[in-house]
């Protein structure tokens, strides 16, 4: 059974950081591309960065040079990790994995915002 579990998520306020962790199970995770992706409230799910099986990492613009993606193939782990968040950011975060042509997704981690 596959599994992507989220943590990591909360309320900060603006500047502040945080920092996601998506945890899979059931996958072989070196093989797979993972992403992080998010969803405000009445918006459509964005993606968010990208972070590629041999780790070169992709981001929107929206998030460039505030975030940054990494993955640890020991652990079955990828991060996101989110510096100088912004009230715009609130939304909730979802990991991907995309491999061997399936992709699942992780039931994902709310991230709140203060101004």
């Known amino acids: 059974q596959v599994q992507l579990v989220e943590s990591g998520g909360g309320l900060v306020q603006a500047g502040g950081s945080l920092r996601l962790s998506c945890a899979a199970s059931?996958?072989?995770?070196?093989?797979?591309?993972m992403a992080w992706y998010r969803q405000a409230p009445g918006k459509e799910r964005e993606l968010v960065a990208i972070?590629?099986?041999?780790?070169?990492?992709t981001y929107a613009d929206s998030v460039k040079g505030r975030f940054t993606g990494s993955r640890d193939n020991a652990k079955n782990t990828v991060y996101l990790q989110m510096n100088s968040l912004k009230p715009e950011d609130t939304a909730v975060y979802y990991c991907?994995?995309?491999?061997?042509?399936?992709?699942?997704w992780g039931q994902g981690t709310q991230v709140t915002v203060s101004s």
């Open positions: 991907r994995s995309n491999g061997l042509g399936r992709e699942y």
């Open positions: 059931g996958i072989i995770f070196s093989i797979n591309a």
């Open positions: 972070i590629s099986r041999g780790g070169t990492t």
